[in-house]
């Protein structure tokens, strides 16, 4: 699909919009060499199992990020096929927008919007220890909730994640988050409510139990991870946290506090704030029953929506009394 690219009012090259994304020329690979400066590891922003991501300026100056495969592992091969399905069918504010692919024998690569804020992983979890206030992370949880309400419910089809973590959750220049990473997502199909795996998809620590005890995944599997997600948000303690050996885990800690003393497991850059209480006790509560064992018992993502809602509207209205 070899289409031209369109002038801006300065006569330079501009990207294409969501709504024109099928009409555009795919971008060059020597443009993006040139965008890297050869993939240069000075604009490395991180690497995992499926390849490495480049920031990049483009010709036209759009700053953008591109994810290269690792040719060399052929399920980031078939991963590559998987995310460009997913995200040019997927259109939504709370998800990491395709802008372009570039692919010949040799090379894979999807450009992507770049996020300026990195990733929820690097705010919760770097040596930084960066201040990230209650509103922050409750906005970033609800624009995730959101996204993931798309998938499941207002999507033509059913879009399972399958690898929902902070890691994946990228930020851009006014915080709001949006979910990437669709390498080893899957659709539902007709009327199906589940499908069965083949594999072990996903990261430890996140990944729904269903899927060692029954080979079985569904729109509750990825609210799993969402309730795991939640409460590391919270107590900023990630699910492999060396804490977290034998039979305890970060759900079975908040769990236990959550009966006598939530404070001892909540992030302590929160505590300052005596109005939270309540409204971490009702966030905490929906990730442990977003986190359950049955998959029946945790709640779909259309309702978590509207309790985050909810939880927001009475943290607010209390702020400006």
């Not at 309400?149 to 973590?165: A, I, N, Q």
């Given at each position: 699909?070899?289409?031209?690219?369109?002038?801006?009012?300065?006569?330079?090259?501009?990207?294409?919009?969501?709504?024109?994304?099928?009409n555009y020329q795919l971008?060059?690979?020597?443009?993006?060499?040139?965008?890297?400066?050869?993939?240069?590891?000075?604009?490395?922003?991180?690497?995992?199992?499926?390849?490495?991501?480049?920031?990049?300026?483009?010709?036209?100056?759009?700053?953008?990020?591109?994810?290269?495969?690792?040719m060399q592992d052929e399920?980031?091969?078939?991963?590559?096929?998987?995310?460009?399905?997913?995200?040019?069918?997927?259109?939504?504010?709370?998800?990491?927008?395709?802008?372009?692919?570039?692919?010949?024998?040799?090379?894979?690569?999807?450009?992507?919007?770049?996020?300026?804020?990195?990733?929820?992983?690097?705010?919760?979890?770097?040596?930084?220890?960066?201040?990230?206030?209650?509103?922050?992370?409750?906005?970033?949880?609800?624009?995730?909730?959101?996204?993931?309400?798309?998938?499941?419910?207002?999507?033509?089809?059913?879009?399972?994640?399958?690898?929902?973590?902070?890691?994946?959750?990228?930020?851009?220049?006014?915080?709001?988050?949006?979910?990437?990473?669709?390498?080893?997502?899957?659709?539902?199909?007709?009327?199906?409510?589940?499908?069965?795996?083949?594999?072990?998809?996903?990261?430890?620590?996140?990944?729904?139990?269903?899927?060692?005890?029954?080979?079985?995944?569904?729109?509750?599997?990825?609210?799993?991870?969402?309730?795991?997600?939640?409460?590391?948000?919270?107590?900023?303690?990630?699910?492999?946290?060396?804490?977290?050996?034998?039979?305890?885990?970060?759900?079975?800690?908040?769990?236990?506090?959550?009966?006598?003393?939530?404070?001892?497991?909540?992030?302590?850059?929160?505590?300052?704030?005596?109005?939270?209480?309540?409204?971490?006790?009702?966030?905490?509560?929906?990730?442990?029953?977003?986190?359950?064992?049955?998959?029946?018992?945790?709640?779909?993502?259309?309702?978590?929506?509207?309790?985050?809602?909810?939880?927001?509207?009475?943290?607010?209205?209390?702020?400006?009394?």
């Amino acid at each position: 699909m070899l289409v031209r690219r369109k002038l801006n009012k300065q006569g330079k090259m501009s990207l294409p919009s969501n709504t024109d994304l099928t009409n555009y020329q795919l971008i060059s690979y020597h443009e993006l060499v040139r965008a890297t400066s050869n993939f240069s590891d000075d604009n490395l922003l991180g690497a995992g199992g499926f390849g490495k991501v480049f920031k990049g300026q483009l010709d036209d100056e759009s700053v953008i990020a591109i994810k290269v495969l690792n040719m060399q592992d052929e399920v980031a091969s078939k991963s590559f096929d998987t995310e460009c399905r997913a995200l040019r069918m997927a259109r939504h504010r709370n998800l990491v927008r395709i802008i372009s692919t570039c692919s010949n024998l040799d090379f894979k690569a999807l450009v992507l919007e770049y996020m300026p804020n990195g990733s929820l992983d690097d705010w919760l979890h770097s040596s930084e220890r960066r201040h990230i206030s209650f509103l922050q992370r409750l906005g970033i949880m609800l624009d995730v909730a959101m996204a993931m309400e798309y998938l499941h419910h207002r999507h033509f089809e059913v879009v399972l994640h399958f690898d929902l973590k902070p890691s994946n959750i990228l930020l851009d220049m006014d915080m709001t988050a949006h979910v990437a990473d669709f390498g080893i997502s899957k659709l539902l199909v007709g009327d199906d409510n589940s499908i069965v795996l083949t594999s072990m998809p996903g990261t430890v620590g996140y990944m729904a139990p269903e899927f060692g005890s029954s080979g079985k995944a569904s729109r509750f599997s990825d609210v799993y991870s969402f309730g795991i997600v939640l409460l590391e948000v919270f107590t900023r303690k990630k699910p492999t946290d060396p804490m977290f050996a034998g039979e305890l885990s970060l759900r079975q800690w908040v769990n236990q506090a959550f009966q006598y003393e939530l404070s001892s497991v909540t992030d302590r850059g929160l505590l300052e704030d005596a109005i939270l209480n309540a409204c971490l006790a009702s966030i905490i509560e929906l990730g442990l029953v977003c986190s359950r064992t049955a998959p029946d018992e945790r709640l779909p993502m259309d309702d978590v929506v509207v309790k985050l809602n909810k939880i927001k509207a009475n943290y607010c209205a209390q702020i400006t009394k």
